[in-house]
């Protein structure tokens, strides 16, 4: 893997608001880093707007799982039903597509559900046991309650270490700490 | 008119919109975390939790009894037999999916409608859906005569050779309910996966730490996560939508498909969903009142929900009304005899009582008093209001079901049902069951989602302007 396993992850830098992350962001973004990612305590759509991840594969997955499902049960229950192990039930013929199209639909929702989660997950490269972000104590005690992170990451081409540290501190920031792998 | 009942200078009330506040003001992110987390943090267990636990696990203790003399004796010790030979196991089956889907509605439909008024309740709603699905599930279950073999309902390879028939209602069932089942959970746990993330980090206790660490599944709060993670949680929304209404409309199609006085009708589906939404209500109800209470969450559940409850049940109430009404209606209009004979009997017969028992719980009582706003906003009135219609939609069941059977086209099969101390020990069971796992769930999972309650902050919002000019 390109990811360095020692030295720092990156510098990380606290802020109060929602809308001081997303201004500093949005101007590290224009400055041209790349590697970059902000951390926040509920949704916030701005910030990942500017730093320029505006669309994810989720619906895809969705979709595509969906019609599996779909499928899948369909020709399950016409292969039962007219292969397997017909059965003659009132007369009625033994490929009765408007009865099957019950369970179909379940497993339309079944399949589509748990690919949307599931692909959540590994979109997000969860579960992840070990984080180096979690080795920063401020990050640890506040990310997930009050506080805004901006993390610039080591591997980005306009790392280093004292300018990088000096262009956060130019937004006023709570804290810039270094974070060890 | 209802309005006048409050003053403009009512704290309740939010001066922009005239409406009830959503949440009472003061709360800062930390507030939030602190007022949520901390019920499930502190290490003191009070005494009326182990209290209501040890009721709770005394009467699931009968559950266990009453099914395990089941398993050795069989379905003949319950009071089903013909000609009614479906009797509570159905009824109960109905009333708990029924009350679940309430939880789905709440964090599905009025999540894709933006009814962010919601997002204190979704959580426990939630997890009521979950455990009203266990009960639920238990019943079918236990019914089949042989529950050791309950697998045999899934299509899978067998020496037997033997495979399903996809042309009956009850095997749609399986699937429809599994598949309920299924997607309640796993919503359910991606809703709690950030707030496992808070709890992580405020936990002193190490093994709190890693428990919930293991739970939050390694959650950091990146912004791409969180995106994924909102299109996720609106995508299952959606597909929550529609499974939460065809799972009640498969289970009316176990009546309505089947050629019965009573039950072979059309109105079924939309009048058993939104029956299912009628209880279901009145279960948060009875959940979130005595919750709020005790929990001192009167700043984030507050009067607005209790209000906005209650218009909800007025609106399903009045579908169902509507249900009802259309079921004499059509038995007269019909111009069948038996149609004809078996509501007369529904209303006069021997069972008679058990109609207006419904009529009075569901009608007479809710739907005119639910229309002011000053009583739906009254603890008392509401919490009472919620077991009336519990009673009321349990007795729905009770006449589709046994007033439907016990007097069928000839005279000379008649018979009666009487439940046997068997039938109310189960069924007294799962309310053991539901309560133990509930207080389960309050002690240790966040009962309120606190990232959804953050979003609802003024604080929460980023002032453009401000972005640009750099503040």
């Known amino acids: 893997m390109a990811v360095p396993r020692e030295g720092i992850y990156g510098l990380l830098a606290e802020f109060e608001t929602p809308t001081a992350l997303v201004h500093a962001a949005k101007a590290a973004h224009d400055a041209g880093w790349r590697r970059l990612d902000c951390y926040a305590p509920y949704p916030l759509e701005e910030a990942a707007e500017v730093i320029g991840f505006h669309k994810n594969r989720v619906p895809l997955l969705t979709l595509v799982g969906g019609l599996m499902g779909l499928c899948a049960m369909f020709s399950l229950e016409t292969w039962i039903s007219t292969l397997a192990y017909p059965l003659n039930i009132a007369g009625r013929p033994t490929y009765s597509w408007p009865a099957f199209v019950v369970p179909a639909y379940e497993w339309t929702i079944l399949f589509a559900g748990l690919s949307a989660a599931f692909g959540m997950l590994a979109l997000n490269g969860l579960p992840s046991l070990y984080h180096p972000l979690f080795n920063a104590p401020n990050f640890r005690s506040s990310a997930t309650v009050d506080k805004f992170f901006l993390c610039l990451e080591a591997t980005d081409p306009k790392f280093d270490r004292a300018e990088t540290k000096n262009f956060l501190e130019g937004f006023h920031p709570n804290s810039v700490v270094e974070v060890e792998y | 008119m209802a309005t006048k009942d409050f003053t403009t200078e009512d704290p309740r009330l939010d001066p922009a919109t005239g409406e009830l506040r959503v949440l009472a003001p003061?709360?800062?992110?930390?507030?939030?975390?602190?007022?949520?987390?901390?019920?499930?943090?502190?290490?003191?267990?009070?005494?009326?939790?182990?209290?209501?636990?040890?009721?709770?696990?005394?009467?699931?203790?009968?559950?266990?009894?009453?099914?395990?003399?089941?398993?050795?004796?069989?379905?003949?010790?319950?009071?089903?037999?013909?000609?009614?030979?479906?009797?509570?196991?159905?009824?109960?089956?109905?009333?708990?999916?029924?009350?679940?889907?309430?939880?789905?509605?709440?964090?599905?439909?009025?999540?894709?409608?933006?009814?962010?008024?919601?997002?204190?309740?979704?959580?426990?709603?939630?997890?009521?859906?979950?455990?009203?699905?266990?009960?639920?599930?238990?019943?079918?279950?236990?019914?089949?005569?042989?529950?050791?073999?309950?697998?045999?309902?899934?299509?899978?390879?067998?020496?037997?050779?033997?495979?399903?028939?996809?042309?009956?209602?009850?095997?749609?069932?399986?699937?429809?309910?599994?598949?309920?089942?299924?997607?309640?959970?796993?919503?359910?746990?991606?809703?709690?996966?950030?707030?496992?993330?808070?709890?992580?980090?405020?936990?002193?206790?190490?093994?709190?730490?890693?428990?919930?660490?293991?739970?939050?599944?390694?959650?950091?709060?990146?912004?791409?996560?969180?995106?994924?993670y909102e299109t996720a949680s609106l995508l299952l929304a959606g597909l929550a939508t529609p499974l939460v209404l065809s799972v009640h409309t498969v289970i009316s199609f176990d009546f309505a498909v089947a050629i019965l006085p009573g039950w072979h009708t059309t109105i079924f589906p939309p009048y058993f969903v939104a029956g299912a939404v009628y209880s279901g209500f009145a279960m948060v109800l009875t959940l979130a009142i005595p919750l709020r209470k005790v929990y001192h969450l009167e700043g984030l559940v507050t009067d607005r929900h209790i209000d906005n409850m209650g218009k909800v049940m007025l609106a399903t109430g009045g579908i169902v009304a509507y249900g009802y009404g259309m079921e004499v209606f059509m038995a007269w209009y019909s111009a069948s005899h038996w149609e004809l004979f078996m509501m007369w009997n529904r209303m006069f017969g021997p069972m008679g009582w058990s109609y207006w028992v419904l009529i009075a719980c569901n009608i007479a009582i809710p739907l005119t008093t639910l229309w002011v706003r000053k009583w739906r906003t009254n603890l008392t009135f509401m919490f009472v209001m919620s077991l009336i219609v519990n009673t009321g939609m349990w007795f729905e069941r009770f006449v589709i079901v046994v007033t439907s059977l016990y007097r069928d086209f000839l005279p000379s099969s008649w018979g009666t049902y009487r439940a046997t101390k068997w039938d109310y020990m189960t069924y007294a069971g799962t309310f053991g069951l539901f309560l133990s796992l509930f207080l389960l769930f309050i002690r240790f999972v966040p009962m309120i989602p606190m990232h959804e309650i953050k979003m609802m902050l003024p604080t929460a919002k980023v002032k453009p302007e401000a972005v640009e000019a750099g503040d």
């Not at chain 2, 267990?45 to 636990?53: D, E, I, K, N």
């Not at chain 2, 939630?126 to 079918?140: H, K, N, S």
């Not at chain 2, 002193?204 to 660490?213: A, E, L, M, T």
């Open chain 2, 26 to 228: 003061g709360q800062s992110f930390k507030s939030v975390t602190a007022k949520i987390a901390d019920i499930v943090l502190t290490p003191h267990t009070s005494l009326g939790w182990l209290m209501l636990f040890s009721i709770g696990g005394s009467v699931a203790t009968m559950l266990l009894v009453a099914v395990t003399w089941l398993f050795l004796k069989g379905v003949g010790i319950w009071a089903i037999t013909q000609p009614v030979a479906w009797g509570f196991a159905i009824i109960n089956f109905v009333w708990w999916i029924g009350i679940g889907h309430a939880g789905t509605l709440i964090s599905a439909i009025l999540l894709l409608f933006k009814q962010g008024w919601r997002n204190s309740i979704n959580r426990f709603a939630e997890a009521m859906t979950i455990f009203a699905v266990v009960c639920a599930g238990l019943f079918p279950l236990i019914h089949v005569g042989r529950p050791w073999l309950a697998y045999w309902l899934f299509p899978y390879p067998n020496t037997m050779n033997v495979w399903p028939q996809f042309r009956s209602p009850l095997l749609w069932d399986v699937f429809a309910v599994s598949t309920y089942a299924t997607i309640s959970v796993v919503f359910w746990y991606v809703g709690l996966v950030p707030d496992f993330g808070t709890m992580r980090d405020r936990t002193k206790s190490k093994f709190g730490q890693y428990i919930y660490g293991m739970l939050s599944l390694g959650w950091r709060g990146s912004v791409r996560h969180w995106m994924r």
